[in-house]
């Protein structure tokens, strides 16, 4: 319980600490804040405990500051309109998940092999350098993963003060919940409620909201990075959730930069604003890995050289990932739905989020080729969470090819933009 | 909106949910099963048996531990051992040698078997990776039968890494034969019935749970059995045939005198202490023993002798009495 209430108030403050946002939004922009600035100062030795005070500190008296301004906050956090039975649709499985998540204990593979384990290390230490980071206290394996979401973790169970994943439970629970909310708000109440039902989001054991992976983490902040591009208001935000992004896994780095490229054409000049916070982010990256042995993860970057040679795995890699597609039990017909979706946005010329889905596709497949691994293997394990990362261009391909009514949500506000 | 929107619409959420249904369900029978328990009886309800010897190491102390994983699928578990282990020591080790070829001051003594979170020895992690790899899985059998012989030496211990000795091999028996086997130089006997073929993986640790550098085997049955032992070294996949020893030697033995690292080995198969002669030498020898010493030359007296030289293959060269002239 005490893990459920400081995970319900801590990221939520951490995001509204830069800046007032909605409930979901304030926690996706939160884990990703806290996380990000635990690591970036923890390479400058920073005490997590100091960064933790700061930015719920500052969380409180942004908080206070938006009160003062009641019209504005309240403008902030009305929920997108809908209908009822789409309401109860969309809470009857957050509700199912937080039940499942308060009995079952955790018992999925990443989560407890890669993630957590860190977190708990990361608890312990008070450190990214620790002992455990340099092999001399347990074996990690993957120990160069990247540390944004498991430090989440590790601030809960430093709050809590209690190191067992239980405490933690809630905090993959929530960025679920509040994925489905801020698509439900960005996108539409449909979305979200299709979101929500999604097995492989809700219900998978290995990926899913009651596991503690972070392709979850991956895909919020993807769509709130998309969704920063559509609006094309704010370079900095957008740059934020982009370092988010390659704070909190291996593919991050790519997925940033794809949506860094893509995203210079609706923020032109002011990209360069949009790169700040990914450089610093990949800086504070790169100095901790070259401080730390590498272990058992493959090595992509050397791997790509390979790629000429490795040409003919192209085709089965597209064949074997797309088959994930349409696997009923995961996706339903949403995987198809954006398919078609996307295929027609191309044919229109709307080539934003063909483009963005294209180019993660690409990434992932281009790894599928490359990979010293079995590739069949390789896919079977991690295709359908590769797909969940491209949810939001999923779902607003589909919103965008739908309707008027959704689409006044997918296109930009009709104000000029301004500055970050 | 549209009619054919809301339709669209309402066919992906119907298919989502629809999608969805057997995996909630099971989740649901699942919490609805564990809901009465407590975190730990939960736990051990999803991993049976794993977890709960993982709570005894728990409480078992904050000593560092050796977690031995030498399977696929036994390194999976011992990521989740750590897991649940943490912030006590756990340092995992993917073959047996990793741990072995450790200061033996320094490395954690207390051994973990990754598959079950067991406590264990480093003998019986040793003794699940040969069974899993005879070298010899249908060895060939002589068409002589005997009823009383010797092993003249047999081994179940591993050297530099990564070497590992053991005595594979055969006995076969017609009709039931009750086959005592003695372990010298301690004396230990064991006592098997043999009825068909039996074959062995690691004689001596299958018969009498210990690990041993150098000894030598009494065999005696109540019934014809024919044999076949090799002594084997696993990880470099080969074998040296054994000579199965009938007595001591009937006459002086010439063997050529030959620099270390050939070793000559004397053996006493007797029960009382005799002198047996090496070149020039007495050599006194108290009852079943067996000494190893430099190869200097003839051997004679109530004693049996062999030679053996590592070859750079890894396998064992024998001289037997019956070799040399």
Partial sequence: MTGLVVTAVLFPLAGWAAGRRSLAEAFLFGAGLLGAAMFILGVLNVPFVVTMTAVAVAGVVQLVLALSSRAEVARAIVPARSTATLTILTVVPLVLLALIVSI??????????????????????????????????????????????????????????????????????FLFAALVVFVRRRIGPWYGAILAWLPQFSFAAEGGATSAYADIAIAAFVTAAVAEMI??????????????????????????SVLLFIGAFRFRRRIGIAAIAPAVAAAALLVWRSGIPITDEENYAALLSSLPSRMGRILPAVWQFA?????????????????????????????????????MAALYIGAYAVTNWNMSDLVAASADRLLMQMIGPMLFAIAAVIGPNERSRYTPPERPPTPA | MQRWRVAILSLLLFSAVAASLPRLADSLRLAARLLPLSLHERRE???????????????????????????????????????????????????????????PKTRPSLIVDAASARVTTYAAVRDADLRREPLLRDPPLPPATRRSFAIP??????????????????????????????LFPNGIPKTLTVRGKRTFYDLVYEC????????????ESD???????????????????????????????????????????????????????????????????????????????????????????????????????
Avoid: C
């Fill in chain 1, 104 to 173: 079952v204990p955790l018992h999925d593979f990443d989560g407890r092999a890669f993630w957590l384990l860190k977190a708990k290390a990361l608890a312990n230490e008070r450190t990214v350098d620790g002992p455990f980071f340099h092999l001399r206290s347990s074996y990690d394996p993957r120990n160069e993963y990247p540390l944004l979401i498991p430090l989440d973790a590790a601030a809960v169970m430093i709050a809590t003060r209690d190191a067992d994943d239980p405490q933690v439970r809630w905090l993959y629970l």
């Fill in chain 1, 231 to 256: 609006d094309g208001e704010s370079p900095l935000r957008f740059g934020a959730w982009l370092s988010f992004l390659l704070l909190t896994k291996n593919e991050g780095l790519p997925i940033a």
């Fill in chain 1, 323 to 359: 088959r994930h597609l349409v696997i009923f039990w995961n996706w339903g017909v949403v995987g198809i739905a954006a398919v078609v979706a996307l295929a027609l946005l191309a044919w229109r010329r709307e080539w934003r989020m063909p483009a963005i889905a294209a180019s």
């Fill in chain 2, 45 to 103: 309800a999803l991993m049976p048996e794993f977890y709960a010897n993982i709570e005894k190491l728990r409480s078992s102390g904050r000593r560092p531990v050796a977690v031995l994983a030498t399977t696929r699928a036994a390194l999976d578990q011992a990521v989740f051992l750590t897991y649940y282990l943490y912030p006590r020591e756990a340092k995992t080790y993917g073959t047996r040698f990793a741990w072995a070829a450790l200061d």
């Fill in chain 2, 153 to 182: 030496i047999v081994s179940s211990n591993d050297g530099m890494p990564a070497a590992a000795y053991v005595i594979e091999g055969a006995l076969a028996a017609d009709v039931e034969a009750h086959v005592t086997l003695t």
């Fill in chain 2, 208 to 219: 009498f749970g210990v690990m041993q550098f150098a000894g030598w085997m009494r065999v």
């Fill in chain 2, 223 to 325: 019934a014809p059995v024919r044999a076949a032992f090799w002594l084997v070294n696993q990880p470099a996949h080969v074998a040296a045939p054994l000579h199965l020893v009938s007595g001591p030697l009937e006459s002086p033995a010439h063997f050529p005198a030959l620099p270390h690292p050939a070793i000559l080995w004397l053996l006493n198969l007797s029960d009382r202490p005799v002198v047996g002669k090496v070149a020039s030498h007495d050599a006194p020898m108290p009852p079943h023993a067996l000494y190893s010493i430099d190869a200097l030359g003839t051997v004679g007296g109530p004693i049996y002798a062999f030679i053996t030289a590592k070859l750079p293959d890894g396998n064992t060269r024998f001289i037997w009495p019956e070799d040399v002239p």
